[in-house]
């Protein structure tokens, strides 16, 4: 579209030297497609789906590397919490590199470095060589969940937030059995170093499809901007809050520790499950990872169930999230509670079968009310830090205290005990309910903040 000269000669839209007002011509909007950023959550989703594909295909291949290098239980084991600690360690620091950074160039990075590790875990030719190449699986894979929903979310409206957030966590579960199941099948046709291959080669196909379709330039162009805070044209304005920001407001605590606390007894179910059907119900191993599996399924279905029940309660009135949360976890304290404690049978395992279902239900709840809480220049850092209280007081704590305390007590006597940690996430959820109007508050000041020099960067 062509520029009309102005009484001065000047084309309109153009800005004088001498000026100190700029006058920007309005630009015609342009329809935005509502499938593309479909299209990035299911791209997105399926990179987390080979993440968690390619660090749980070495459970599947455990007996056969045991048997090829003669590896002890606690080298095994190594293999595995490499990849935890890894992750535990990286995932907020390359969180906060990825909110600065760019976290399309960086969620390209990481998928290629997992899928290329998982490659050499595929050519690994003794232990050393596989830990080394799981140590760079863990890399790759530390900052993918927080990074990869705060991607997600960033061109959705918040009403839709906890059903992303929820489907995004699902995922893990998903891909855990799905990686089991196929690496399983793959190792008994081909051998184990198929298993690997598989995944990697998933992993690379996956992330130049994600390269093709997703850039940063597209994203800006869906970001929905639907803050209080945000400008009335529809763009936000372009601010960085100091990290800091993550950690001074009561209610975002409140949320980490939620998600702790409701995380440890779902993290007991997807560890001990398999003991459990084998020593109480007399189930041979394989039979017991196959049930345990259904209890991971129910898992991660409750997740994305309960993150789509949220966003409907929650959508006239964002607040809502907060009590849904509480409610899931009321029902998974009472149904884990009596379940555990009654003798084997139909009933207990119809009990089991609901608490697992809502046991992480509050997962797309505290996502969403994160990414609520917090300003947009840090929300990956943000969730980051929520995956590392789920990870910290759940993933890792909570199959840990279980396993000392089945030491004393007994396993079924240990489990029975796990449903109350829901007790402190109900106490979190209540008391960030009360707090979160003075949160919403503070993410206004800060948002709305004069920039510090450094701080605002060009549209």
């Known amino acids: 579209m062509g520029l009309s000269p102005t009484p001065t000669g000047q084309p309109a839209g153009t800005i004088e030297d001498d000026r100190s007002e700029q006058v920007a011509a309005p630009a015609p909007e342009r329809p935005r497609s509502r499938i593309y950023p479909w299209l990035v959550a299911g791209l997105a989703f399926a990179l987390l ?47 906060l590199l990825a909110d600065r950074w760019g976290r399309v160039r960086s969620l390209v990075l990481m998928a290629v470095m997992w899928s290329l590790a998982t490659l050499c875990c595929a050519i690994a030719s003794n232990y050393e060589q596989m830990l ?7 890399v790759g894979e530390a ?45 008994v046709n081909v051998g184990w170093r198929w298993s690997f291959t598989a995944m990697a080669v998933l992993g690379l196909i996956l992330v130049a499809l994600f390269r093709a379709v997703v850039t940063e330039s597209r994203l800006a162009q869906y970001a929905v901007h639907d803050d209080p805070v945000a400008e009335s044209d529809g763009v936000a304005p372009a601010i960085r809050v100091p990290v800091s920001t993550l950690f001074t407001n009561p209610a975002v605590w409140c949320v980490y520790l939620a998600g702790g606390f409701q995380m440890f007894t779902a993290a007991v179910l997807l560890s001990w499950t398999p003991s459990f059907f084998n020593r109480y119900y007399d189930m041979a191993l394989d039979k017991a990872g196959a049930v345990a599996a259904l209890f991971v399924l129910l898992v991660g279905t409750g997740m994305v169930v309960c993150g789509i029940i949220t966003d409907r309660v929650s959508r ?22 009596i379940g555990f404690r009654l003798g084997t049978g139909a009933p207990q395992l119809i009990l089991l079968g609901v608490g697992a279902f809502f046991s992480a239900g509050c997962s797309g709840p505290t996502a969403a009310m994160v990414a609520g809480l917090t300003h947009e220049s840090v929300r990956s850092s943000a969730l980051g ?17 279980i396993g000392i305390l089945a030491d004393r007590l007994g396993l079924i006597e240990s489990l029975s005990l796990a449903p109350l940690f829901y007790i402190a996430a109900i106490a979190a959820l209540l008391v960030g309910r009360r707090v979160y109007p003075a949160g919403l508050r503070k993410l206004a000041t800060q948002s709305t903040a004069p920039a510090r020099v450094g701080d605002v960067e060009t549209i």
Do not use: E
């Open 49 to 95: 789906l080979s993440d968690y594909m390619s660090r749980q295909v070495l459970s599947a291949v455990f007996p056969m590397l045991k048997a090829d290098w003669a590896l002890s239980d606690s080298q095994l084991a190594s293999l595995t919490s490499v990849v935890a600690l890894m992750v535990g360690l990286l995932t907020f620091p390359l969180s």
């Open 132 to 138: 080394a190449a799981r140590f760079f699986v863990g």
């Open 143 to 187: 900052a993918y969940g927080s990074v990869g929903i705060a991607l997600v979310l960033s061109v959705f409206s918040s009403r839709k937030h906890a059903s992303l957030s929820g489907l995004f966590m699902a995922g893990g579960s998903f891909g855990s059995v799905v990686g089991v199941s196929l690496g399983g099948v793959i190792a």
């Open 316 to 337: 006239t009135d964002p607040a809502r999230k907060w009590m849904t949360a509480v409610v899931f976890c009321t029902i998974s304290l009472v149904a884990l509670g």
């Open 385 to 401: 830090t929520l995956t590392i209280a789920n990870n910290v007081l759940g993933l890792a704590l909570g199959p840990f205290v």
